[in-house]
């Protein structure tokens, strides 16, 4: 699992890297016959405005990418912050913070991220990034706040207390290298539910705006000309669906290579 989400997550990082500096040809530049089939020229063909269809797929690469590590950056950072702070807390405050995540968590991440979007001056790629990382944040809250109530009723933890740590070194020390394994595996999957957000929002309209070659935008794009040009639909559906195989696979092999227990049961 872990070799296969490798090799899939890694060819798509490399053609995103690829498009810094080379593209076969000017993602907005008109180069060739609407909707023009598959050829030397043009692999997966032109779009109905003459676009070279592939370039368009490989910069969503870059932006599904972007976006994906943008939004767990941002929802692992505030989520870790804040399942700390709810896991130290006591009484009102514990269950305020508490029952915000599970009101958050009850809502799907994408009504989350549309609403965030839709509050906003208007659809960009930073706002995707910022909305889809806060509607994250909750379920990696809620996570840590778990992971870390469990950790603090270790006996490790009340040595530490008795031999003088601060709550801060505590956390350091103890809490975090603890957690961090079963964090980490959780935000690879985020990861993939970011992308998968991106993707919807674009679809909807709600996501980076043209010229930026986003997979759902190109998808809605392409809806209205599935039967007379199915790779419209078929290129970058069968990206998307690769780069989030990819992460999940990545996902179950770290799982299983940070989980001794789990191993050992194999």
Same mark, same amino acid.
């Given at each position: ?87 130290? @807390? ?13 009101? $958050? ?29 806060? @509607? ?64 919807? $929002? ?37 990206? $998307?669906?690769? $780069? ?23």
């Amino acid at each position: 699992m872990l070799v296969i989400g490798c090799l899939l997550v890694g060819l798509h990082v490399a053609v995103a890297l690829l498009t810094l500096v080379w593209t076969p040809y000017d993602p907005a530049g008109m180069v060739g016959g609407r909707l023009s089939p598959p050829s030397w020229a043009h692999w997966a063909g032109t779009d109905r405005l003459g676009r070279d269809y592939f370039t368009q797929v490989m910069i969503g690469s870059r932006i599904a990418l972007t976006v994906g590590a943008g939004a767990v950056l941002i929802g692992g950072v505030i989520g870790t912050v804040l399942g700390l702070l709810a896991a130290f @807390a006591r009484g009102g405050a514990d269950d305020g913070l508490a029952a915000t995540f599970d009101i $958050l968590i009850a809502f799907p991440t994408l009504l989350l991220a549309m609403l965030i979007v839709a509050a906003s001056e208007g659809a960009s790629l930073s706002t995707a990034i910022i909305a889809i990382g806060l @509607a994250l944040s909750a379920i990696v809250g809620r996570l840590v706040r778990i992971l870390t109530k469990r950790v603090l009723t270790q006996d490790y933890i009340t040595a530490a207390r008795c031999s003088g740590a601060g709550w801060p070194r505590i956390v350091l020390t103890h809490v975090l290298p603890n957690i961090l394994p079963t964090l980490l595996v959780a935000l690879a999957l985020q990861f993939g539910l970011a992308v998968i957000a991106e993707a919807s $929002l674009s679809y909807l309209g709600l996501g980076a705006p043209p010229p930026n070659a986003s997979w759902g935008q190109l998808l809605q794009q392409a809806q209205s000309t599935v039967f007379t040009a199915p790779l419209g639909v078929i290129v970058p559906g069968v990206a $998307l669906l690769t $780069l989030v195989l990819g992460i999940n696979f990545l996902a179950d092999g770290l799982r299983d290579l940070l989980d001794p227990e789990r191993e050992g049961a194999a």
